[in-house]
């Protein structure tokens, strides 16, 4: 594995490249750091999995670099689904659409649906170009960190995650931090109404001040709602220490909490940051370095509102879950 500082035309080139032989790149994107493979090559999803850890059966969002190539995946789109994409993509928004044959089961998890995204980020753009210019459709890639842990917003993370992993070829594109910091919104667009199955920077209320619709937010694991989504398990996004949402922190505990409030005495400050966009922002580089100090447990204040505040409760909740039964 390497992993390339530079992400020059020639490194693109090279990535993109890396990509069609079936190996894996890990890239930036606006949100999260993603693992990215050939979403048509079995082999190279197949290692995806095994690199992750993650169990089968869990779909994969598929990365394009434009709208111009939806029709490729899906079919039967929404008049709503296309109103959103024009508006949001490129951006950090995921549409879960009926898909078309070149979807296998491999990546959809034997879903008659398919998730797919166009990111914002330069060099995955660049990197989703590249790869459709050498005859690539479409890169499958889910957050680059093993499965139940936090998702990555630096290459150094991605690193840390996944090197002991990665095979010889394999590649990390060094794109610096993820400017959101939070996973893309996730919208069921397979039923008459658009549902958030996972909020982001993509807000409910944007979506809705956009479709001029009241919609739900639909985050929870449910037989009926028929979709799988591994961001759905209750307990996901944790770090190694115990993640408490109340209460207050001791001696030598970490604490994280907008900056207008103050570190309790004795705790150990790990973030302050000063609105909710930089709360998403630094989320899971914090939850990182709780676990690089060797912090058994964090106390975090979750932020309160609406828009970015929604998905960052959303990890906070899913990060503290199983904490409160053991
Ligand atoms: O921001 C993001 O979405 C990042 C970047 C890399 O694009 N990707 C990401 O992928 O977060 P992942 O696999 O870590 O999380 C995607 C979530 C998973 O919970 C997956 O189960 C769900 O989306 N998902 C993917 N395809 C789906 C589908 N067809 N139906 C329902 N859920 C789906
Ligand atoms: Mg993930």
Known sequence: MSTIPNCTATAIK????????????AFPTETVYGLGADATNEGAVSRVYEVKGRPKGHPLIVHISSIEHLDKWVKDIPE??????????????????????????????????????????????????????????????????????????TATAVEI????????????LDGGYCSIGVESTIINCTQNKPSILRPGAITKEMIENTLDIIIDLNTSYSESNQIKAAGLLESHYAPKAKVFLTGSP?????FIALASFATPAGAVRIAAPKTNEEFAQILYEAFRLTDTKGLE????????????AVAINDRLTKSAFDKWIT
């Open 80 to 153: 709503y689904a296309v109103k959103l994409a024009r508006i949001f993509w490129p951006g950090s928004m995921t549409l879960i659409l009926p898909r078309t044959d070149l979807a296998k089961d491999f990546i959809t998890g034997g879903q008659d649906n398919v998730g797919i995204r166009v990111p914002s980020h330069t060099v995955a753009r660049a990197l989703l170009k590249e790869f459709e210019d050498q005859g690539g459709l479409g890169v499958a890639a889910p957050s680059a960190n093993r499965f139940g842990a936090v998702s990555p917003t």
């Open 250 to 254: 001791i001696l030598g505990d970490g």
């Open 297 to 308: 447990r964090l106390f975090v204040i979750p932020p309160t509102g609406d828009g970015i």
């Open 14 to 25: 090279d990535a993109a490249n890396t990509l069609i032989k079936g190996d894996l790149v």
């Open 161 to 172: 995650e996944l090197s002991d992993f990665l095979s010889e070829n394999d590649q990390i």
